[in-house]
């Protein structure tokens, strides 16, 4: 479909498109649940994405079309919207919105969005949408944002527009991700490290659970609230903001003031997690994908046994894995309780796999995940390929 993208255009708008753009989907490589709690997470951009091509109009509206989806909007420039129902189109009328309430003069625009993130699948297609639609708008009217400027903004439209609660992680990674890199990024401070990540004879391999995620946001909020427990425990004799400003080392010394037994378990994964998000930089630097597998791992069973996020279907895909030889890791990522798993897979075995999971998941869940395979990819940008 998307070698097509110009003809679909040009056979919708009836002429040419004039500028091109594509931001990705992410996915955490390491570092899951600790992002509220002042840690690390580990992020990268897929090759999965959202394709955009526009072209001005002289009428004053914005069109908003889609290949995925049968809605389509036509609306006037105004100063300012609101959010209707729950159609795709929200998410760059919310962009929109925040642009012209910060004074930054548009035009009309025809505009196609395309997107070959599976819908639904944890790997951040709302954020995708966001910052390839500020992007283009920055870029098409010289608004002078910044790339983080940018990502502020997205994460805004998300929160205020369409009304979801979510971090900064999502949009951080589909802007400023590069290739065969991982995003070291600190939530809360912005701060961040492009980690070396080639992935050699390896590919990323993607398992969709294709299980609805209805418990993850109640459980949530109420694993936020455990550790906000296990926080102010530990106040009482650290000077400490946050969980992750200590390591696995002054935990040991200091847990017994949290008398809570399921308290305790929510703060040791927080805090054995951040530590690993720092030695998987370390192992993925050193191109050390073993030591990276083994963390993966480490990780699944941790969110499995001590933060309790995971599930049948997610365990199902890391217990397969541990049987396969060419797989160096996998674990559930996202916020759990479905969504997806992801695996490293020698890619010259990833039919194999898919294959093999496939059967093996079907058997033990009663319906079929999907599989994907993905390198770490750039993030958003100008994609004139697809115009010619």
């Known amino acids: 479909m998307k070698n097509n993208l110009h003809q679909e255009f040009i056979k919708i708008f009836n002429k040419e498109a004039d500028n091109a753009y594509f931001s990705p989907g992410r996915v955490n490589l390491i570092g899951?649940?600790?992002?509220?709690?002042?840690?690390?997470?580990?992020?990268?951009?897929?090759?999965?994405?959202?394709?955009?091509?526009?072209?001005?109009?002289?009428?004053?509206?914005?069109?908003?079309?889609?290949?995925?989806?049968?809605?389509?909007?036509?609306?006037?420039?105004?100063?300012?919207?609101?959010?209707t129902g729950e159609n795709w189109f929200n998410f760059p009328i919310g962009v929109i919105d925040r642009f012209i309430k910060d004074g930054h003069p548009l035009k009309g625009l025809d505009?196609?969005?395309?997107?070959?993130?599976p819908i639904g699948s944890g790997l951040s297609s709302s954020a995708s949408i966001?910052?390839?639609?500020?992007?283009?708008?920055?870029?098409?009217?010289n608004s002078g944002y910044s790339k983080l400027d940018l990502v502020k903004l997205s994460k805004d439209v998300e929160n205020n527009f369409i009304g979801v609660n979510c971090g900064i992680m999502d949009q951080f990674a589909v802007a400023f991700g590069e290739?065969?890199?991982?995003?070291?990024?600190?939530?809360d401070t912005?701060?961040?490290?492009?980690?070396?990540?080639?992935?050699?004879?390896?590919?990323?391999?993607?398992?969709?659970?294709?299980?609805?995620?209805?418990?993850?946001?109640?459980?949530?909020?109420?694993?936020?609230?455990?550790?906000?427990?296990a926080l102010m425990a530990l106040q009482q004799q650290l000077d400490i903001k946050y969980l992750c400003e200590i390591n696995s080392t002054t935990f040991e010394q200091y847990k017994h003031l949290i008398t809570d037994p399921v308290v305790l378990k929510r703060a040791k994964h927080v805090i054995e997690e951040n530590d690993r998000v720092k030695l998987a930089a370390t192992a993925l630097a050193d191109n050390n994908?073993?030591?990276?597998?083994?963390?993966?791992?480490?990780?699944?069973?941790?969110?499995?046994d001590l933060y309790e996020v995971s599930g049948v279907e997610l365990d199902a895909v890391a217990e397969y894995s541990k049987t396969?030889?060419?797989?160096?890791?996998?674990?559930?990522?996202g916020a759990g309780f479905g969504g997806c798993a992801i695996a490293l897979v020698k890619g010259d075995a990833y039919d194999n796999f898919s294959k093999e999971i496939t059967e093996y998941y079907t058997q033990k869940i009663g319906y079929a995940p999907s599989v994907y395979s993905s390198l770490i990819g750039d993030g958003v940008g100008v994609l004139a390929s697809v115009l010619n």
């Open 32 to 83: 899951e649940h600790i992002d509220y709690n002042g840690g690390l997470v580990m992020p990268c951009a897929i090759t999965f994405g959202t394709y955009l091509l526009t072209s001005p109009n002289e009428d004053g509206v914005f069109r908003f079309r889609s290949l995925n989806f049968s809605e389509q909007k036509d609306i006037p420039l105004q100063i300012s919207y609101e959010k």
């Open 111 to 117: 505009m196609l969005f395309y997107g070959d993130i």
């Open 130 to 141: 966001e910052v390839v639609t500020s992007y283009a708008l920055n870029d098409l009217f």
């Open 179 to 187: 290739k065969n890199k991982a995003l070291m990024l600190n939530c």
């Open 190 to 229: 912005l701060d961040y490290q492009a980690v070396d990540s080639n992935l050699g004879d390896y590919v990323l391999a993607i398992i969709n659970t294709n299980k609805p995620r209805k418990l993850a946001e109640s459980k949530y909020n109420e694993r936020v609230e455990e550790c906000q427990a």
């Open 289 to 304: 994908l073993t030591e990276f597998g083994r963390l993966m791992y480490a990780s699944h069973d941790s969110l499995r």
């Open 324 to 333: 396969n030889p060419d797989v160096a890791g996998a674990r559930m990522t």
